[in-house]
């Protein structure tokens, strides 16, 4: 139990996809301007990221890697993706208008949000099972929804602010998400080895 | 945010600010009369609410204290004459309103015999039905003195429809340089007192309590000495804090009820009456006098003999200032004109403008009392935080009505915001938070009113379809009913051409 | 290679399927948020966003080639409400500029035409044929649909003027 917990820690803060991976920056960037819309597209891409894990181990271990298909492996991957996320248009235009409007074009781009395919490629090469690539996924999702969060409540409040002509906007934006990604570094001194048993 | 409340929690009883008083010498002097001007101007809206509907002519003679414009609609107030004359016009005048617009204001040109119309008074108010009491105050125009003028009648009917258990008397008058209310609770207790029992008897009231501020001995045991007699009115001692006058603050300092932000005193068994209303419900029962003239304050650091003045309405600012002893050096070191107090009171672009039912004080202000210097950016000390008598976070509401984000202002309790300057008062970058929060309650009253009239132009525009509809369907009934009449005279026509060789 | 193919194939198949019938059950009819943005519009159809009727504007403001501001008669308030409801940023003090308007019609020349009384969508001209028309201004909604059309030119657009309690209290400049 522990050690699940740890899993979702480690993938979560101490390799962020985000901020340590440098993965997913886009939707970071672009979908970050008010909370609401932030925690949508987390949640959209919770969902995706975490199906993507498992439907990627699925593939990889019961078609893949037993017929030796290994080079059709991100092709596969981004076939799944594609219609996972097709799948998540879909039910989020039908149960929410307003968040489908707001997320607008990030919504279809989840599809080529590196931080999905990064995240179903860097699990396989962890050779997990298939609960373990779930958890995976999820703890990594989770971080990616954290750090949208945070850059979303940053951005609010930098709005409120008065910035210099020359940084307003994006250089703001980019300033303030280097930032949190020095303060994410401070997680890698959480020594998760040490603590399991 | 959060962390700005958890603060909010910790420091939650230090409210308010503390103000130099600058009361006196203009609290100590003796009261002065002003002799009637040759010309007033009676604003239609002295009040909150609708304006009145004037009942006078141009040319017509008027007795004082006569009937000049009617209250229209449930929230409204009378305007009477303030002396005897003529009906010279019904002329815009500027108002006593920061926007320096105009408003229509029934000009009396004094005949200076001063002379009364009919009054009916009552030797026994206590024998009145409070309906009764309420329906006298309403048609002397009796409106709250404090400085919001909303009408007492309204407020006493209200009151006694909802059975308030506490009357509580407002003698506190927190806003620095303003002494009118302590000069009436100096020289006439008595007076007030009877007002008060008057009140008391009108809304139902059980007990009484009356609340003036620490900085004023005199008052408190003038007060204290005349209400001896009552047992149920009780004069109390409150801090010297301003604004302590302020309703909410007052209840929750004298009875320890805190009213809801989304309701008012009423509804937690209390209501509030200044001092000076008091006085005005006196005469308008005792004696059938409307209300026809008020104590007010000139003071200010221009002001060469600053006091209190008795003066009839609707006499201009500037006569008010010449009968004082006028400005020093003719008002060459003039800061701020300012109608009523120095923190909520109100900017004037110039001194011709009328005395109203509500005006508490005439200030001229020197550049030394004025606060001045452009806004620095907010450094986000909190020092408003602290202030703020209502528990809000005045930086941040500031900060987002600066970025037009009034949604997110109305959302940190804009609407609870009382406009009485702590904020701005303590705030160490000079940043006009009050006016902010001002522009955005206007902003969102107009945004309001925008909504209602796209509203009623959506139901016009329906039932113009309607209409169109209605109509053509009606062209077309009777267009198949004239095709029907003239095919049923041909076929007569074509029967009886048929018919005529047989 | 066989098995490539196949395995891509029936993967696609699969997916295909699956996709197909989720659209069936999660198929959106229309677009429910013209419908929604349109109920917020006033409903006059004056044309002054140069749409086809509130509809019109209602589905181009959805669509992206309208602003939410293009509705003159619904002001501020209407480009906030529908600003907020599609999550979008909107320069509101572009509305600011020249303030609402209304018709007025000059008495010494109206002859009683009636013909702009017939074009005004909200009915907001009063007057019988061949007697002096007036606008009522609570219902006037300022689209100028019957300037045009008078043939003596005594109707015109004229601000609406400040009054006591319309007064807003200006935004504090600096700071």
Not at chain 2, 18 to 29: E, I, T
Not at chain 2, 493 to 498: G, I, P, S, T
Request: with cysteine.
């Amino acid at each position: 139990m522990g050690e699940l917990l740890l899993l979702l820690l480690s993938t979560a803060l101490v390799n962020n996809v985000v901020l340590i991976k440098f993965l997913g920056l886009c939707p970071v960037m672009g979908v970050s301007k008010s909370m609401d819309g932030a925690l949508g597209m987390g949640l959209a891409t919770t969902f995706v990221i975490t199906l993507a894990a498992g439907a990627s181990w699925v593939l990889e271990n019961w078609l893949l890697a037993p017929l030796g298909l290994g080079y059709l492996r991100i092709l596969t991957f981004i076939l799944v993706i594609a219609a996972v996320v097709q799948f998540t248009e879909m039910f989020i235009r039908k149960s929410s208008p307003g968040l489908y409007q707001s997320l607008g074009i990030y919504l279809p781009l989840i599809t080529t949000n590196c931080a999905v395919l990064g995240v179903a490629l860097l699990n396989v090469d962890q050779k997990f099972g298939l609960f373990r690539s779930l958890l995976y996924g999820f703890g990594s999702a989770l971080g990616f929804t954290l750090v949208l969060l945070v850059f979303a409540g940053l951005r609010e409040r930098v709005a409120l602010a008065r910035v210099p002509a020359a940084f307003a906007g994006a250089p703001i934006a980019f300033v303030t998400i280097s930032l949190l990604a020095l303060a994410f570094m401070g997680f890698s001194g959480l020594n998760v080895q040490e603590v399991s048993p | 945010m959060g962390i700005l409340t958890t603060f909010k929690d910790w420091f939650g009883n230090d409210w308010g600010v503390h103000p130099d008083d600058r009361k006196r010498p203009a609290a100590d002097a003796a009261v002065r009369v002003m002799p009637v001007p040759e010309r007033l101007w009676l604003p239609l809206q002295q009040h909150l609410g609708a304006p009145a509907r004037p009942v006078v002519l141009v040319g017509q003679r008027v007795k004082k204290g006569q009937l000049l414009a009617e209250a229209q609609g449930a929230v409204s107030a009378p305007v009477h004459a303030p002396t005897s004359g003529t009906v010279a016009a019904i002329a815009e005048i500027t108002a006593p309103h920061p926007s320096g617009l105009t408003l229509p204001a029934i000009v009396v040109d004094a005949d200076g015999a001063d002379e009364w119309g009919e009054r009916v008074g009552c030797a026994d108010p206590f024998a009145l039905a409070p309906d009764e009491i309420g329906r006298r105050v309403a048609a002397a125009g009796v409106v709250g003195l404090g400085g919001a003028a909303f009408p007492s009648s309204v407020k006493l009917a209200g009151a006694a429809r909802a059975g308030v258990a506490t009357l509580i008397v407002n003698g506190s008058e927190c806003e620095p340089y303003l002494s009118c209310d302590d000069r009436l609770m100096r020289d006439a207790a008595a007076a007030i007192v009877d007002g008060i029992r008057i009140m008391r008897h009108a809304s139902g009231a059980a007990r009484v309590l009356v609340g003036i501020e620490d900085n004023k001995p005199e008052a408190l045991a003038a007060m204290a000495a005349a209400a001896a007699s009552c047992a149920e009115i009780r004069v109390c001692r409150v801090p010297a804090r301003y604004p302590m006058g302020s309703e909410k603050q007052l209840i929750q300092a004298l009875s320890g009820i805190e009213v809801p932000a989304d309701s008012r005193p009423a509804d937690v068994g209390v209501i509030v009456h200044n001092v000076g209303t008091a006085l005005a419900v006196r005469a308008a029962i005792r004696d059938g006098q409307p209300l026809i003239s008020r104590l007010l304050t000139v003071n200010g650091g221009c002001v060469v003999a600053p006091g209190n003045i008795e003066v009839r309405l609707g006499t201009l600012a500037a006569d008010v200032l010449a009968f004082a002893g006028g400005l020093h050096g003719d008002g060459l070191g003039l800061a701020r004109r300012l109608l009523g107090g120095p923190m909520m009171g109100m900017q004037i672009p110039h001194w011709r403008v009328p005395v109203v039912k509500g005006t508490s004080g005439i200030l001229a202000l020197a550049a030394d009392e004025a606060a001045a210097g452009d806004a620095d950016p907010c450094i986000r000390c909190a020092s408003c935080v602290r202030a703020c008598p209502v528990g809000l976070l005045p930086l941040e509401m500031s900060a987002r009505i600066r970025n037009d984000a009034l949604d997110a202002a109305a959302a940190l309790g804009l609407a609870d915001c009382i406009a009485c300057g702590c904020c701005a008062y303590v705030c160490p970058s000079r940043i006009p938070l009050v006016q902010y929060f001002q522009h955005a309650k206007g902003e969102l009253a107009a945004r309001e009113r925008a909504r209602l009239r796209t509203d009623a132009t959506r139901k016009l525009a329906a039932q113009r379809q309607e209409r169109l509809a209605r109509e053509a369907s009606e062209k077309a009934a009777a267009a198949a009913r004239r095709k029907a009449e003239r095919a049923a005279q041909q076929s007569a026509a074509e029967k009886l051409v048929q018919g005529e060789p047989a | 290679m066989i098995a490539a193919v196949l395995s891509l194939t029936l993967l696609g198949a699969l997916l295909g399927v699956v996709l197909g019938c989720a659209d069936r059950f999660l198929r959106v009819e229309g677009n429910p948020l013209v419908d929604e943005i349109g109920a917020l519009m006033p409903g006059s159809n004056c044309g002054q966003c140069g749409f086809p009727g509130c509809a019109g504007a209602a589905a181009a403001i959805v669509a992206g080639s309208a602003a939410p501001t293009c509705c003159p008669p619904g002001g501020k308030a209407l480009a906030a409400a529908v600003a907020g409801r599609l999550g979008l940023a909107v320069d509101l003090s572009a509305l600011a500029d020249d303030g609402p308007q209304i018709a007025g019609v000059a008495e010494e020349l109206c002859i009683g035409c009636c013909r702009c009384s017939k074009v005004c969508p909200t009915d907001a001209i009063v007057g019988a044929a061949k007697q002096i028309h007036n606008v009522l201004r609570e219902a006037c909604t300022g689209c100028a649909n019957c300037v045009d059309l008078c043939p003596t030119e005594a109707l015109l657009l004229q601000p609406v003027p400040p009054t006591l309690p319309h007064w807003v209290m200006p935004k504090p400049l600096g700071a």
